[in-house]
């Protein structure tokens, strides 16, 4: 299967370019969407971080308290490596045999630290999704309640916008509206499906 990488900073717009993909019936796999599958309560990898970063990562419920995660990780990049080295190999493993289960000309893999974490040799493609740094604070200042502050941190632990765009093979601006969005990603949907069926054609997995 042809694999598209697709990923953007946060508050760039993924999960928006992801809705519109899957309505044109393209399989999409989230990464972010599996990681909060893993840690749902009474999972082991929930266990596994209480373990690592103590009960106070926990609701008064059990249930993981993703602000407070959040929080703590993002103001200590020890802490965040930490994160990263225990979650991630769980993803990538979901990820692998979700993908085995797809039957479809192609994909979208979306992966947010696609680049920081060097998983672009694994996709045919990368995608980025772009905004201005500025629009991307008011909408996720807006959207998830943070401050400048936590914005801020989270931004200064992603790739820059630059690095970004220098592994781009395909940009998505996301700074005009829902309908440019959307024309242009049916512009790359017809552009996908003729890589993958080369890709298909030529005998490649």
């Not at 044109?24 to 893993?38: H, K, M, Q, S, T």
């Not at 103001?75 to 039957?103: F, G, T, V």
């Amino acid at each position: 299967m042809f694999i598209v990488g697709l990923t953007g900073g946060i508050g760039a717009g993924k999960s928006t370019v992801l809705e519109l993909f899957q309505a044109l019936g393209v399989p999409v796999l989230d990464a972010d969407a599996i990681a909060r599958e893993l840690v749902e309560k009474g999972k082991p990898a929930l266990t596994r971080l209480v373990q690592e970063f103590g009960r106070e990562i926990l609701d008064k419920d059990g249930a993981l308290n993703r602000a407070r995660l959040r929080a703590m990780v993002f103001s200590d990049a020890a802490r965040r490596r930490q994160l990263e080295a225990l979650l991630h190999p769980l993803i990538r493993e979901e990820m692998q045999a979700r993908l085995k289960q797809l039957k479809a000309p192609y994909c979208i893999v979306c992966i947010p630290l696609l680049v920081e974490t060097g998983q672009t040799a694994g996709v045919q493609r990368v995608v980025v999704v772009d905004a201005p740094d500025d629009l991307r604070r008011r909408r996720v200042m807006a959207r998830d309640g943070l401050s400048a502050a936590e914005f801020n941190a989270i931004l200064a632990a992603q790739a820059s916008r630059e690095e970004r765009l220098a592994a781009a093979d395909d940009v998505i601006v996301n700074d005009d509206g829902r309908d440019a969005l959307k024309q242009r990603v049916d512009e790359l949907h017809r552009h996908y499906l003729q890589l993958a069926s080369a890709n298909s054609s030529s005998g490649k997995v």
